[in-house]
């Protein structure tokens, strides 16, 4: 599984886009990027999985550039209730129920 | 979205005693959920990985005898902490994957706090 490096900590404000970004050097041709985020005293909830290029949802975006050796999450307008821990996650397809491996992850603070 | 529930949501008990806390998927299958635990600010670390039918998979330092697991049905998955001491008190957090989701995308029980007094 690919090594993951996020910046320990970000603080952001009341509407303000936030990116974050994940680096994984040694992604394999097959590993997929995948975020996670994670509330306190809360189990981690799904957010964003991508390959390549672009991908976005009701909740963020992910960019991945042509290496693919790092991918950005970026959170538009963020509010109080986006101040949580994100993980970056890279690995190969779930096609046999393979294990999550979470690396240190990001604590957001939104601040009013 | 797929719903993953844990039982019970906290506990307390005294060093020495044994603790069950179940995982269970409420609208799929999971022939495979995972067990994680994670410590006051600090990421998730994955314990073992429990196989419906057969023996669970425990991660390298994870004693099997200690924690017990139990993947019975489909749908649930037990893990038993056994001869608690005060530095087994953390945040349990159970996960599985429905067959119909995208790649590594797994969906987490809300995690099971236990306090060893």
């Known amino acids: 599984l690919a090594k993951t490096t996020q910046p320990i900590s970000m603080d952001s404000y009341e509407g303000q886009e936030v990116n974050i970004t994940c680096s994984h050097n040694?992604?394999?041709?097959?590993?997929?990027i995948t975020w996670y985020q994670q509330f306190p005293s809360q189990g981690p909830r799904f957010i964003i999985q991508?390959?390549?290029t672009k991908v976005t949802n009701e909740v963020a975006s992910l960019f991945i550039p042509a290496d693919r050796k790092s991918s950005t999450l970026s959170l538009p307008r963020v509010s109080l209730s986006d101040t949580a821990v994100y993980y970056c996650?890279?690995?190969?397809?779930?096609?046999?129920?393979?294990?999550?491996?979470f690396g240190t992850g990001t604590r957001l603070l939104v601040s009013p | 979205g797929a719903v993953v529930s844990q039982h019970p949501s906290w506990v307390i008990c005294k060093s020495g005693t044994s603790v069950k806390i179940e995982c269970r998927s409420l609208?799929?299958?999971?022939?495979?959920m995972f067990w994680y635990r994670q410590f006051p600010k600090q990421s998730l670390m994955l314990m073992a990985t429990?196989?419906?039918?057969?023996?669970?998979?425990?991660e390298q330092g994870v004693e099997k005898d200690k924690f017990l697991i139990n993947h019975a049905s489909l749908t649930l998955s037990t893990l038993t902490v056994t001869s608690a001491h005060p530095e087994d008190s953390s945040f349990y957090i159970c996960?599985?994957?429905?067959?119909?989701?995208?790649?590594?995308?797994?969906?987490f029980g809300p995690g099971t706090r236990l306090t060893v007094t």
């Open positions: 609208d799929f299958q999971a022939t495979t």
């Open positions: 429990s196989n419906e039918g057969s023996k669970a998979t425990y």
């Open positions: 996960s599985a994957r429905p067959p119909t989701s995208g790649p590594s995308e797994q969906y």
């Open positions: 991508g390959y390549k």
């Open positions: 040694n992604i394999a041709t097959n590993d997929y």
């Open positions: 996650l890279v690995g190969p397809p779930n096609t046999g129920f393979q294990k999550l491996v």
